[in-house]
Each structure stands twice: as structure tokens, then as C-alpha cells.
């Protein structure tokens, strides 16, 4: 598994019934706080489509969620083997309903037609900055987890991944960034140099589907380009959606060159 995601970009590991166990206690808790009127009117978004729910999980730094065990499993020692024992911050809930996507609140009609067309594909923590939503690297993460917590089947809005975009992005991050103190490089601006990558990226990588029930686990490399695909006609879920729990820890250190360096 480690090999897929050096290698592809991505790893799906098998059900383990701990980790069953701990989908299900996050389930319970990401449905408390989607039912919140607060948390809907923040965070249901792209018509009511998408609920966003960043950092919504009520989580410890081990993943515990109220009662529950620490956050255990192969993916997870996996992470932890790679990039060190790093705390997790409180996950991402994001759910998706039939109909997604519908226009998110502000978004121009291009970048609607490339959610609807390109999947929303991004690499995280590339964010736009200033009025022209110049792209800087904000955020290190070290790796992003995904763990379902719904039964559904892979035409309810699953991850999509472009297989080897993650040598893509490094290559091309390392140009612009190679040269310069990594405690600077959230003040370079990627914007041109990343649109490139992503376009290569979507000439040149296979698009894959990433899905699996409750009690696997995807890993993503950090560098991989990815996103979420549209709802399917007649998509098996639940009532209340495809729902995943995503962490992304951070490296720490921000004069270490780990982001691009690590594997």
C-alpha cells in the first residue's frame, strides 16, 4: 500500500472493523453537527448539494471522538510511518447529496463549468489569495486521510484522483520553489506554474475513482491533483448522503523543505 501511494498517488486499504467501529461513532457526531442550524448555514453550500464541514469533527489529536478509541489502522500507522506521529486536527465532514454540484455561492459560471466538468480538481493548500485569488502555498500538509462514514456506491460523488499527478505538481513546485528558503515560499506566487501542472496533469494521468465503504481508508499524496465527481443519476446512498471524514495534517516546521522533499 505504502508502494501505491509513492508510486500512484493514492492507496485504498481493506475494511478493518476497528476502524467500522470508528466510522460508525463519527457518523453519529458529523449527523449532530450537520443538523445544527449554525454549522448548515456556514457550511451547506453549492445549493444545498454540499456540505463542506471543515474542521467539524469534535476529534482529539489521536482521533479520539467522545468515548471512542484513538483513530487506528493500516492506513493510518501507514501516515504515521512516512511522515512522523503528527496531531490531527479536527477532521472535515463532507457530504454530498443527489444533485451536486449545483453553483457554490459566488463562483463564476467558469469555475462552475470546470466543478461540473474537472471535478473541482485541486491540489489542498494551494489557497487564492487577494482580490485576484493569486495561488501561494498557505498550507503544508503532510498527506491527506479519508475515511467514508456512509454506504454508498461509486456514483454518489466519489474522490477522484489523477494517478501520478503528485510527480507532476513536485517537479513543477520544485522550479518555482527549488531556489528559495522554504520559510518563504508561502509568498511565491504558484498561480501560473500550478495551472500548467494541471493541465498536463489532466492530458497525461489516468482519472480514478477512489471509493470504498465504511472501514477502509484512502491515503492521498499531498501533491496529487484531485476532487470530487459529480452525482449520478440513480446513485445508491443513504438519506443522509456520501459522507467522509478527511484529515490533513501539517508539517510544522515551516523551514523544512518536507512538503516537497518527502515522499
Known sequence: MVADLRDNGWALFPAETALRDWAAEARVAALDFIADPAQRA??????????????????DTEGRIGASAPLQGAAWDAARLLYGALPLHPGQVSVTYPGYPRPRAGETEAAFRYRLNRDAAHVDGLLPVGDERRRKL??????????PLTDTDEAA??????????E??????LDALGGTPPEHWHGIDLTEVYTAARRDAFQTCRRVIVHGPPGTAYLVHRLALHGVAPWQD???????????AYFRPQFEDDTDDAWLRLP
Open 42 to 59: 456556514q457550511w451547506l453550500q453549492c445549493e444545498g448539494t454540499w456540505f463542506v464541514g471543515v474542521d467539524t469533527l469534535p476529534n
Open 234 to 244: 440513480g446513485a445508491n446512498a443513504p438519506p443522509e448522503g456520501r459522507m467522509v
Open 168 to 173: 507532476i505538481m513536485r517537479r513543477a513546485f
Open 138 to 147: 498557505h498550507e503544508r500538509h503532510a498527506y491527506i486521510l479519508g475515511l
Open 157 to 166: 460523488s466519489p474522490l477522484v484522483v489523477w494517478e501520478g499527478s503528485h
